[in-house]
């Protein structure tokens, strides 16, 4: 059991989940980031959290979970942790679904690594 972050994140990468995460299982992308499935302890804090509401548990019956979950162990393996809160990426509220953004983000993920700590 884990928590996956989704398209919603995209260009907006706010962080404020990875301040609240116990085991610091959060790595981070140029424009996103990711949850590592084996690190996460299932703990839910972070959910709440994310003001794009991009944060999901993987026992979600959605459709497009799976390719998620795929796209977090993949990169979790290559990106820097992250434990730092930054500021959000440029566009952030512009981009947020959760504030009114209704395109689909899903292509627009980098796979560049972010910034190191
Ligand atoms: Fe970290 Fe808990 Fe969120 Fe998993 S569910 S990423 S352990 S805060
Ligand atoms: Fe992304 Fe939400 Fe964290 S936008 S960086 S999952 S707070």
């Not at 989940?17 to 981070?28: G, K, L």
Request: aromatic share 8%; charged share 30%.
């Amino acid at each position: 059991m884990t928590y996956i972050v989704n398209e919603k994140c995209i260009n907006c990468r706010y962080t404020d989940c990875v301040e609240v995460c116990p085991v610091d299982c959060f790595y981070i992308g140029e424009n996103t980031i990711v949850i590592h499935p084996d690190e996460c302890i299932d703990c839910g804090v972070c959910e709440p959290e994310c003001p794009a509401e991009a944060i999901q548990p993987d026992s979600d019956m959605d459709e497009n979970l799976e390719y998620w979950l795929e796209i977090n162990r993949k990169f979790s393996e290559i990106w820097p942790n992250a434990t730092q809160k930054r500021p959000p990426l440029p566009d952030a509220d512009s981009l947020n679904p959760a504030m009114g953004y209704e395109e689909d983000k899903t292509n627009d993920l980098s796979e560049n690594p972010g910034p190191e700590e």
